[in-house]
């Protein structure tokens, strides 16, 4: 009696732990893309991210073949340190545990660690991979920056270079003195 | 090699400042114009004329602007100086492409302002001016004459004096929609038939509307379309100075007065007595703050009117 109530508990549990393992691999198998950017590194991507990406779409459609981890689909506009980027806004917002405020922070964190140099790569790569999502939340951050701020704020901010020769500079001061004197 | 051959071909400027432009489209003016002295680059996508095919100065808090929500705000010298200025620069952006200027309900229109804008938007189709400002005559001839191609206006009592209105209509061959958020008497409707021939939309919203006026330009003006009376107070004055005024308020009213090809023009208040068309017939104005009013200067039920 002891002995057969044994071997009826343990089956199920191994069918599970097997199911488990077979569950495992197919999704491992079938969840991850290879992409290549244009610096010639290879990421290992889950496919549930990557196919947010429209250009990966577009590549898969154009040749599916590549769906099957052996090749590298190439990002010929993306550096690494973009889809670096890139991935790391994706799987948070990705992520079924973050609450509203974990992304609200995170959003802001992810904003203010980027000067304007690499604000504008990833803009072009944003724009290049056809990430709505990212390419939103960057231009409507952008604006929301400008809004109701001085020029020499923006300038600090974005760490804008003023390019304008001294010459240009006080030509556009006489034409602006609507602004009073903050903006230079 | 190949790859980042491409690369370096992609990341070009012209794509950047296509970026620039979608981002800049959402700010107001007042914003836009500090954006443009950032910097060359964001200059130069400041200047796209995307941007610029609507001057809607009637959204300007920014950094530089506080605009009161006060009738005849900045009045005084110094910040009229300042918004001829600003007007100025803004339409320098702008390149000639503007094609709908709306003047700031609040702010106090001078001749300076109305001019400085009129000379720098000769392809102007649409017009709308603010509630209160002196303009001089000479001054509305001069900006008129520059805005040959104005197809829209919304006049308001700046212009409502006949020589003022007369002129605006004299030089706007093209009037095909008109706006009144001023009352609407006979004299407007004179020189509306005289001028405007071609007129084929006309919006009579929310004022007292004189009904001698109104049977006119029903009578005469050919073209016309669509009349929007909703939430208006028409008043007949035509058995003279000394009989009592009669008020058409409802559709039903106006029936007795009017043929039915013109009834079918009208788009009128169903209900005749709501609460907006007994605010529009409050002649004195006395109520703090001014927001309805600007609301009312906004809204329109002939949407190409309304902004």
């Given at each position: 009696?002891?002995?057969?109530?044994?071997?009826?508990?343990?089956?199920?549990?191994?069918?599970?732990?097997?199911?488990?393992?077979?569950?495992?691999?197919t999704?491992?198998e079938e969840s991850e893309l290879k992409l290549e950017?244009?610096?010639?590194?290879?990421?290992?991507v889950e496919a549930s991210?990557a196919m947010k990406f429209g250009a990966v779409q577009q590549y898969l459609e154009v040749s599916p073949a590549a769906s099957a981890s052996a090749t590298a689909i190439p990002l010929?506009?993306?550096?690494?340190?973009?889809?670096?980027?890139?991935?790391?806004?994706?799987?948070?917002?990705?992520?079924?545990?973050?609450?509203?405020?974990?992304?609200?922070?995170?959003?802001?964190?992810?904003?203010?660690?980027?000067?304007?140099?690499?604000?504008?790569?990833?803009?072009?790569?944003?724009?290049?991979?056809n990430?709505?999502?990212?390419?939103?939340?960057?231009?409507?951050?952008?604006?929301?920056?400008?809004?109701?701020?001085?020029?020499?704020?923006?300038?600090?901010?974005?760490?804008?270079?003023?390019?304008?020769?001294?010459?240009?500079?006080?030509?556009?001061?006489?034409?602006?003195?609507?602004?009073?004197?903050?903006?230079? | 090699?190949?790859?980042?051959?491409?690369?370096?071909?992609?990341?070009?400027?012209?794509?950047?400042?296509?970026?620039?432009?979608?981002?800049?489209?959402?700010?107001?003016?007042?914003?836009?114009?500090?954006?443009?002295?950032?910097?060359?680059?964001?200059?130069?996508?400041?200047?796209?004329?995307?941007?610029?095919?609507?001057?809607?100065?009637?959204?300007?808090?920014?950094?530089?602007?506080?605009?009161?929500?006060?009738?005849?705000?900045?009045?005084?010298?110094?910040?009229?100086?300042?918004?001829?200025?600003?007007?100025?620069?803004?339409?320098?952006?702008?390149?000639?492409?503007?094609?709908?200027?709306?003047?700031?309900?609040?702010?106090?229109?001078?001749?300076?302002?109305?001019?400085?804008?009129?000379?720098?938007?000769?392809?102007?189709?649409?017009?709308?001016?603010?509630?209160?400002?002196?303009?001089?005559?000479?001054?509305?001839?001069?900006?008129?004459?520059?805005?040959?191609?104005?197809?829209?206006?919304?006049?308001?009592?700046?212009?409502?004096?006949?020589?003022?209105?007369?002129?605006?209509?004299?030089?706007?061959?093209?009037?095909?929609?008109?706006?009144?958020?001023?009352?609407?008497?006979?004299?407007?409707?004179?020189?509306?038939?005289?001028?405007?021939?071609?007129?084929?939309?006309?919006?009579?919203?929310?004022?007292?509307?004189?009904?001698?006026?109104?049977?006119?330009?029903?009578?005469?003006?050919?073209?016309?379309?669509?009349?929007?009376?909703?939430?208006?107070?028409?008043?007949?004055?035509?058995?003279?100075?000394?009989?009592?005024?009669?008020?058409?308020?409802?559709?039903?009213?106006?029936?007795?007065?009017?043929?039915?090809?013109?009834?079918?023009?009208?788009?009128?208040?169903?209900?005749?007595?709501?609460?907006?068309?007994?605010?529009?017939?409050?002649?004195?104005?006395?109520?703090?703050?001014?927001?309805?009013?600007?609301?009312?200067?906004?809204?329109?039920?002939?949407?190409?009117?309304?902004?």
């Amino acid at each position: 009696m002891a002995e057969e109530t044994e071997s009826t508990k343990t089956e199920p549990l191994k069918t599970a732990e097997e199911e488990f393992k077979k569950l495992e691999i197919t999704e491992e198998e079938e969840s991850e893309l290879k992409l290549e950017t244009s610096d010639h590194v290879t990421f290992m991507v889950e496919a549930s991210i990557a196919m947010k990406f429209g250009a990966v779409q577009q590549y898969l459609e154009v040749s599916p073949a590549a769906s099957a981890s052996a090749t590298a689909i190439p990002l010929h506009n993306v550096a690494s340190r973009e889809l670096i980027l890139i991935l790391e806004y994706y799987r948070m917002h990705d992520w079924v545990d973050a609450g509203e405020r974990d992304l609200k922070e995170f959003d802001e964190r992810f904003l203010k660690d980027l000067n304007y140099e690499e604000l504008k790569e990833l803009l072009l790569a944003a724009n290049y991979l056809n990430v709505e999502k990212l390419f939103n939340f960057l231009t409507k951050s952008i604006a929301n920056i400008i809004r109701n701020k001085d020029v020499e704020f923006v300038r600090t901010f974005f760490g804008i270079d003023n390019d304008y020769t001294p010459e240009e500079e006080a030509a556009y001061r006489e034409e602006n003195a609507w602004a009073g004197v903050k903006f230079v | 090699m190949e790859n980042s051959n491409s690369a370096g071909n992609y990341r070009n400027d012209s794509l950047l400042n296509e970026i620039l432009v979608t981002i800049f489209m959402s700010l107001n003016v007042a914003d836009l114009a500090a954006a443009s002295l950032v910097c060359k680059s964001w200059n130069e996508a400041c200047r796209d004329p995307s941007i610029w095919h609507k001057l809607d100065l009637s959204r300007l808090n920014s950094y530089y602007f506080n605009v009161p929500n006060k009738l005849r705000a900045w009045n005084d010298e110094h910040s009229n100086k300042k918004m001829t200025q600003f007007i100025k620069y803004v339409l320098s952006l702008s390149d000639r492409n503007t094609t709908c200027i709306i003047f700031n309900f609040y702010i106090y229109l001078r001749d300076a302002q109305f001019i400085t804008a009129a000379e720098r938007t000769p392809n102007l189709k649409r017009l709308v001016l603010p509630k209160t400002g002196e303009l001089s005559n000479v001054a509305v001839e001069k900006a008129m004459k520059s805005w040959g191609g104005l197809e829209s206006i919304t006049v308001t009592s700046i212009v409502r004096n006949s020589n003022k209105f007369s002129a605006i209509c004299k030089y706007s061959k093209n009037m095909t929609e008109m706006k009144f958020s001023c009352d609407f008497v006979e004299d407007h409707a004179d020189a509306m038939i005289e001028y405007t021939r071609n007129l084929k939309v006309l919006s009579v919203r929310s004022i007292i509307v004189s009904m001698k006026a109104l049977c006119r330009v029903l009578t005469f003006l050919e073209h016309l379309e669509a009349v929007n009376i909703c939430h208006s107070m028409i008043l007949d004055t035509t058995g003279g100075p000394r009989s009592k005024v009669v008020v058409y308020r409802t559709i039903s009213d106006l029936q007795k007065r009017l043929a039915p090809s013109c009834l079918g023009k009208l788009i009128f208040c169903e209900d005749g007595n709501c609460l907006r068309c007994k605010n529009a017939c409050d002649t004195i104005p006395r109520r703090q703050p001014y927001g309805p009013f600007e609301g009312i200067w906004r809204e329109d039920e002939i949407t190409s009117l309304a902004h």
